[in-house]
């Protein structure tokens, strides 16, 4: 029943969910951190030496916080929308192929939940229902300003996700291959990805910016025009889950762009040096922890430099720039391939 | 014609560039920005365990001094409630007993001594116009409150102990005191 298989699983999911909670929740301090440094300002540094325990202050002050359910609002799906969000912002961490392969106690284990042999098409179609945590939440509030942004949201994601899928298709024609595992494994040493595919990347990453709502595609929840967007009408922790939902799902599009484009586990000269193959596998996983700090850091760099688009600039740049910049992308790869073969 | 900051900046419409249209140059220009700020020196001051450094001349919360043999200075004569523009300080007098004469310098003397300080404008009038050098401000804060009430200070907050004196040397220059002895400038009279 037990297997050493099964419980390995079981341990690495408990050990992925905490460790996802845990950034997002420190990523809420880096953020105000990151904030105050750019803005010449010292931040949180009150709770805990240099603030370290903000984040918990701001949990329990999320807990005690009064819980409003609006009258007019749709009570059971008010409630599912950020339940939603929160599910899909969890369930992509699922195929990240966090190291390769560790041998314990004579067997041998993927560093990786599952091995999904169409994991790209998995982390589309979980940011795809992921829209619908922000729209449910949005229309049960029976707020206009909510309802705006919901739809703000919706259409944002859904016009940015066809420009991310070109840009996937491209670097899936380069690969050959659609399992996470072997794309990552693929670019063992420095064979990164994003010297093979540097436009196929920059589309990715704006795309990444847009999907998870954040500057300078945070329109959903823009303060100055809807009040905070789709979550206006919410309060405590259903609101605290909206806002945590992001967090979590900046660390995992941090995740899937390390992965996919910067090596993942991989690190340079990782064969050379003559380490045992769980050495490698222990480093990887340092290395692919270091990539995805430094672009949850450029995603938060990117929010305080960059002001916010306005609405049709937004969908001018989804739709008649990035999306046809993505063809061509295609075009070009499926030249390249053929000419070199 | 010649600007006063020499910072003018001639504006102009014309049609961008395929680089500028792209706009990564300017947004990684912006970054590189962002990322300097980081490093640079940070000007907060974490206020009650740094304090920024006060003028030699500020006008604070107010106190009222004692003679050198602890007696209060004040004597109720009210020049500085007249003075005030603000009407923040009301004041009792009362007719020293016998007996009292460590505590009050001279026969008559404040038996309440009040000032609002919501209504007080720090002008430093009250200082100006009291003839007994009893008034005077200080660099001290006035606290914030949670109530109204709490706002007007009695003499238990504005008389200094007798123990721990409250340096005004800053505010009572030699300069000072020269100048209020000519009796011919009005304020003085």
Same mark, same amino acid.
């Given at each position: 029943m037990f297997t050493p298989e099964l419980i390995f699983k079981i341990v690495l999911i408990v050990a992925v969910f905490a460790i996802t909670l845990l950034i997002a929740m420190y990523s809420t301090y880096g953020e105000r951190k990151i904030a105050a440094f750019m803005q010449d300002r010292l931040g949180p540094n009150r709770a805990g030496i240099f603030g370290i325990l903000q984040p918990l202050a701001d949990g329990v002050k999320m807990f005690m916080k009064e819980e409003l359910i609006p009258n007019m609002s749709n009570k059971v799906l008010f409630i599912l929308g950020p339940c939603l969000a929160m599910t899909t912002a969890l369930m992509t961490?699922? =195929? =990240? #192929?966090?190291?390769s392969e560790i041998t314990l106690f004579g067997n041998t284990f993927n560093l990786q939940i599952t091995d999904l042999n169409i994991g790209v098409l998995y982390v589309f179609a979980v940011t795809s229902i992921g829209v619908y945590g922000i729209m449910i939440g949005g229309w049960a509030s029976n707020n206009k300003y909510s309802l705006l942004g919901a739809l703000r949201a919706s259409s944002q994601m859904i016009s940015y996700e066809i420009a991310m899928g070109l840009a996937i298709i491209a670097l899936i024609m380069s690969t050959g291959t659609l399992s996470m595992r072997e794309i990552a494994a693929a670019q063992?040493?420095? !064979?990164?990805n994003i010297f093979v595919q540097p436009l196929g990347f920059l589309i990715f990453i704006i795309c990444a910016f847009a999907e998870t709502n954040?500057? #300078?595609?945070?329109? #959903?929840?823009?303060?100055?025009?809807? =009040?905070?967007?789709? !979550?206006?009408?919410y309060s405590s922790m259903k609101l605290g889950f909206y806002l945590f939902a992001e967090y979590i799902n900046m660390f995992v599009a941090s995740a899937v762009i390390s992965t996919l484009y910067f090596g993942g586990y991989n690190f340079p000269f990782m064969n050379d040096m003559g380490l045992s193959s769980n050495a490698i596998a222990i480093l990887g996983v340092v290395f692919l922890f270091a990539k995805i700090f430094f672009f949850i850091f450029f995603f938060m760099w990117i929010r305080w430099t960059i002001p916010r688009f306005r609405y049709d600039q937004l969908m001018r740049l989804g739709w008649k720039v990035l999306i046809p910049l993505a063809i061509f992308n295609i075009l070009l790869t499926g030249a390249i391939i053929f000419a070199t073969n | 014609m010649q600007s006063l900051t020499n910072r003018k900046k001639v504006v102009s419409n014309k049609e961008m560039t395929w680089v500028e249209k792209l706009y990564l140059p300017a947004i990684l220009g912006g970054m590189r920005i962002t990322l300097k700020h980081i490093f640079s020196k940070k000007t907060t001051i974490s206020y009650p365990e740094q304090k920024r450094e006060f003028s030699q001349v500020y006008r604070g919360m107010h106190v009222l001094k004692r003679d050198e043999k602890g007696a209060e200075r004040c004597t109720a004569c009210g020049l500085c409630a007249v003075a005030c523009p603000a009407e923040a300080i009301t004041m009792v007098a009362a007719e020293r007993k016998k007996g009292e004469e460590h505590l009050y310098r001279e026969e008559k003397y404040a038996a309440t001594y009040e000032i609002n300080m919501l209504r007080c404008?720090?002008?430093g009038d009250c200082e100006e116009a009291c003839p007994k050098e009893s008034i005077f401000l200080t660099d001290r804060i006035v606290p914030a409150d949670l109530k109204r009430g709490e706002f007007v200070y009695g003499k238990d907050k504005l008389v200094e102990p007798v123990d721990k004196p409250i340096d005004i040397s800053k505010r009572q220059t030699p300069e000072v005191l020269e100048f209020k *002895?000519? *009796? *011919?400038?009005t304020h003085n009279r």
């Open positions: 961490s699922a =195929i =990240i #192929p966090w190291g063992a040493g420095f !064979h990164w954040r500057a #300078p595609f945070d329109l #959903p929840e823009c303060e100055t025009e809807l =009040i905070g967007g789709y !979550h206006t009408e | 404008i720090f002008c *002895k000519n *009796k *011919k400038l």
